[in-house]
C-alpha cells in the first residue's frame, strides 16, 4: 500500500474543505471497497478524508410520505429498519442478497452507491484495463466474460456494476443528496453513472469532491415489490443477473411496472422498454416474455456470457409472473 496522510471531518463543510485542500484525495467512510483497492494499488490517493462520523445516520420520514436515508447508514442498518421492511421491501431484499453480514455490518448508503467494479481483469494489474489506463485495452473481450455485461457495453469495457442496494434503489426512483465546493444538489441515482462508451474510466457524473450526503426515497409507489438474484452460490457472490420489479395490477391488467436489472450492465440498468411494453397490457406470463425481449433486444453477449440473455428473460418474466399472481 502506498503512504497516505488522513484526517477525520467533523461536517460535511469540513470534509469538502479537507478534499479540496489535497490533490488526490479520497473520501473514506466503511472502506469495504476502497481498502481492497488501495492495497492492490488500483487506487492510490494520496489523501484520506475519513468522514465516518459525520451526522448522517438518520432515517427519517419526509413531508410528502417518502423516507431520507443517511449517506452513512449503515445496510446491516437500512434492511432492518421497520419503515424499509414495511414500505420498501424490495430495498431490504436487495441488500440482505449482497455481501456478508460482516461486511454489511460495515458498508455505508453512500458508498454502497459507489462501488467500483469487480471485473476480475480490472483487478489484475498484469492485464490491461481501460478503466484503470485508459487507452491500455479491455483484456475481458477475449477472455473470460460470465459475470460481463450484456447491455450497454462497448468495445471499450464490458464490465458490470456490483451493487445489490442500487438496483432496488433504481426501481424505487431514488435521489441522492451530494455537497460540494459549489454547494449542494440532487442527482437521481440514474444520472449518477456513466455508460463505459470510449471513456470508462469517467465512471460518476459527480463533480471531483462532491460527498453524497443522503439519499431520498419517493412516497412508496403502489403494487407489489421484490428483488431477485441469480447467482453462481447462494451468499457471498455477485449477480449473474438480478431483477428489482414493482408491479400493480388493476383489473388483470398492468397499471404501473418498474423494473431494474443488475448483473447485466456497467449501471444498474433500468428497463425501460419493458415497463413500456407492460402498461395497459394483461398481466400474463406472454406478456411478460414480450416485455423482456423487448428490454433485451439491443442485448449482446460476448461468449462466456451468452447465457445471460435468456437467463434474464426468464428471471424478468418469473419475477414479475409472481408478483401478478400474488396480486
Not at 98 to 116: E, I
Not at 257 to 262: H, N, P, T, Y
Not at 277 to 286: D, I, K
Request: hydrophobic share 45%; net charge neutral; glycine share 8%.
Amino acid at each position: 500500500m502506498q503512504p497516505f496522510t488522513y484526517e477525520r471531518a467533523a461536517t460535511p463543510a469540513a470534509a469538502v474543505a479537507a478534499f479540496a485542500a489535497h490533490p488526490g484525495a479520497h473520501y473514506i467512510a466503511g472502506g469495504t471497497n476502497l481498502l481492497d483497492l488501495m492495497k492492490l494499488q488500483i487506487e492510490t490517493p494520496a489523501h484520506l478524508v475519513d468522514v465516518s462520523r459525520l451526522p448522517l445516520l438518520e432515517v427519517e420520514d419526509t413531508a410528502d410520505g417518502g423516507l431520507r436515508i443517511g449517506a452513512l447508514v449503515h445496510n446491516t442498518a437500512l434492511a432492518s429498519h421497520p419503515a424499509i421492511r414495511a414500505r420498501y421491501p424490495v430495498l431490504a431484499e436487495a441488500i440482505l442478497a449482497g455481501a456478508s453480514g460482516q461486511l454489511r455490518n460495515k458498508a455505508t448508503t453512500g458508498g454502497n452507491v459507489m462501488q467500483r467494479t469487480r471485473c476480475n481483469y480490472f483487478y489484475d494489474l498484469a492485464r490491461p484495463c481501460n478503466k484503470r489506463q485508459p487507452g491500455a485495452g479491455c483484456a475481458a473481450i477475449g477472455g473470460h466474460t460470465r459475470i460481463h455485461a450484456i447491455l450497454g457495453a462497448s468495445e471499450h469495457c464490458i464490465a458490470t456494476h456490483p451493487s445489490d442496494m442500487a438496483v432496488a434503489l433504481q426501481a424505487l426512483h431514488a435521489v441522492l443528496h451530494v455537497q460540494g465546493a459549489d454547494g449542494e444538489r440532487d442527482i437521481p441515482l440514474d444520472a449518477l453513472y456513466r455508460l463505459p462508451g470510449d471513456t470508462p474510466h469517467l465512471e460518476y457524473t459527480l463533480a471531483a469532491g462532491e460527498l453524497i450526503t443522503g439519499v431520498t426515497l419517493p412516497p412508496a409507489p403502489a403494487g407489489r415489490m421484490r428483488y431477485r438474484k441469480v447467482r453462481d452460490r447462494a451468499s457471498y457472490a455477485f449477480a449473474l443477473v438480478s431483477v428489482a420489479a414493482v408491479l400493480d395490477v388493476q383489473d388483470g391488467r398492468v397499471a404501473s411496472v418498474r423494473i431494474a436489472l443488475g448483473g447485466v450492465a456497467h449501471k444498474p440498468w433500468r428497463a425501460h422498454a419493458a415497463e413500456a411494453a407492460l402498461l395497459g397490457q394483461p398481466a400474463t406470463e406472454a406478456t411478460f416474455l414480450a416485455a423482456a425481449d423487448a428490454e433485451l433486444a439491443p442485448a449482446r453477449g460476448w461468449g462466456g456470457n451468452d447465457f445471460k440473455i435468456p437467463l434474464a428473460r426468464r428471471v424478468i418474466a418469473r419475477t414479475l409472473h409472481e408478483l401478478a399472481g400474488e396480486a
